[in-house]
């Protein structure tokens, strides 16, 4: 009787830490909390935390080289070099790669939201991570999933979510796929090809449960290895699919024939919003003085541990240099700033604001320079204060993208209009207080002051 309850107490054990490994980063409790903006050409060294808050944007030039990037809002990013580090997708956030994608050495790429890649995934070399890491999380692969070419070379995919890809291709190496309960893998091929380990696929949860992959086309094992030694994993066989083939053999995973399509699960909705680095800027612009002197004027919404700006300036809005540092004035609400600058020919300025911390961001450029035919973006409010109905009048017709925030940058609501100069907003449902109205087209982002009264 003691043995079996010994035998039983180490099964327990063993069944409890039956789970992929290693386990997901966590997904971030906040985004912008610290760190650098996200923009173009951003070189994410180690050391370095980068962040993406806003609704939309499309960036190129990506370098991730040992650092961090978190996405908490929606982006596309038309070329990237994933050479090392994290880059972690949050669950509020949609991530769009309009190319292929290389994870090329030392890469960690984590999704809890929704992630596309228009293109391939490629994992090349050592210690190379894809995780679909929520039971929400949806991942697309328009090409195919492929892992290392080359001996001795790993690569590690776990999903606990819903993985559609084009074509799976595992080749040589060591790797390992960690399937979770209530999982999905759908593809039109899968094939693995002259692997050096039996049984590559784990089920990570326990001894109950399924996780499934669906093929359309064919699905090949060779080199005589068993494909995995859980009965949990179910191989789902289109109606017009081939039988499995190859000389390995499915091992324990159970097999399904002419099953229909596997639905995506509804996405749970996020609370978390993005926080903002503890000055929140309101506005930022340019005053000419005189044929010598430009006056900058900015206001911020609130200043929570936040220690100081600097003014940078460039003649040719790519090389900054400071030319003065600015203290914050505090917890108030709104507070306001101005700085004369007499040293003026042709002039670019942009604000960096820094936290007590050290972390710092930098506000958007803006220029004494007015070139032809350029058109002034310019957004007005009427009334303001107001109680129930405002209008928005924007100079340049586009979509737009209106967020209501809080002035601690909670977004309350959101709309998005499309080719019209002026927009009617009923407020009336939004206590009395002071608002923060963020517009975006995507390029170009101002946020204004709303009272509600």
């Not at 292929?100 to 991570?129: A, D, K, M, W």
């Not at 919003?273 to 609130?302: M, Y």
Request: proline share 3%.
């Amino acid at each position: 009787m003691r043995w079996i309850v010994l035998i039983a107490f180490f099964l327990h054990d063993f069944i409890a830490l039956s789970q992929c490994s290693p386990a997901p980063p966590a997904d971030p409790l906040t985004c912008g909390s610290s760190g650098t903006a996200f923009g173009n050409n951003a070189n994410i060294n180690s050391g370095n935390t980068f962040f993406h808050c806003s609704t939309s944007g499309s960036f190129g030039g990506l370098n991730l080289n040992g650092g961090e990037l978190v996405i908490c809002g929606n982006v596309t990013i038309t070329s990237a070099n994933l050479n090392s580090g994290r880059l972690i997708i949050t669950r509020s956030a949609t991530v769009t790669f309009s190319n292929n994608v290389t994870l090329n050495n030392g890469v960690t790429l984590v999704n809890y939201g929704t992630l596309n890649i228009n293109g391939n995934l490629e994992f090349q070399n050592n210690e190379n991570y894809f995780y679909n890491a929520a039971t929400d999380a949806q991942a697309t692969i328009s090409g195919t999933i492929i892992f290392a070419q080359n001996d001795n070379q790993t690569g590690y995919l776990f999903n606990r979510g819903y993985l559609t890809s084009g074509a799976f291709q595992v080749r040589n190496g060591v790797r390992t796929f960690c399937l979770e309960d209530g999982s999905t893998i759908r593809t039109t091929n899968f094939v693995l090809d002259n692997m050096s380990e039996n049984n590559p696929i784990t089920y990570g949860s326990g001894t109950t449960g399924t996780a499934r992959i669906r093929y359309t086309n064919n699905f090949t094992i060779n080199n005589n290895i068993p494909l995995t030694a859980s009965s949990n994993i179910n191989i789902c066989r289109a109606p017009s699919a081939s039988v499995i083939g190859g000389s390995g053999n499915r091992g324990s995973a159970t097999l399904t024939s002419g099953c229909s399509d596997i639905a995506a699960p509804t996405a749970q909705p996020s609370s978390m919003g993005c926080t903002p680095l503890h000055a929140q800027l309101i506005d930022f612009k340019i005053e000419k003085r005189n044929k010598n002197e430009v006056l900058l004027i900015w206001s911020t919404a609130q200043e929570i541990n936040f220690e100081h700006f600097i003014i940078e300036k460039s003649t040719d809005a790519q090389n900054f240099k400071p030319i003065t540092t600015i203290k914050g004035k505090g917890n108030g609400n709104i507070q306001a700033y101005n700085f004369i600058d007499k040293e003026v020919n042709t002039a670019y300025y942009r604000l960096k604001k820094v936290d007590k911390n050290g972390n710092f961001e930098y506000s958007k450029t803006i220029s004494n320079v007015v070139k032809d035919n350029q058109e002034s973006l310019e957004i007005h409010i009427s009334p303001n204060p107001a109680s129930a109905i405002i209008e928005i009048r924007i100079s340049k017709i586009g979509t737009w993208n209106i967020e209501l925030c809080s002035v601690l940058g909670d977004v309350l609501d959101s709309y998005t209009f499309e080719n019209q100069d002026l927009i009617t907003l009923d407020i009336g449902k939004f206590e009395k207080g002071t608002y923060l109205l963020k517009c975006t087209n995507g390029k170009e982002i101002i946020i204004k002051k709303l009272i509600i009264q």
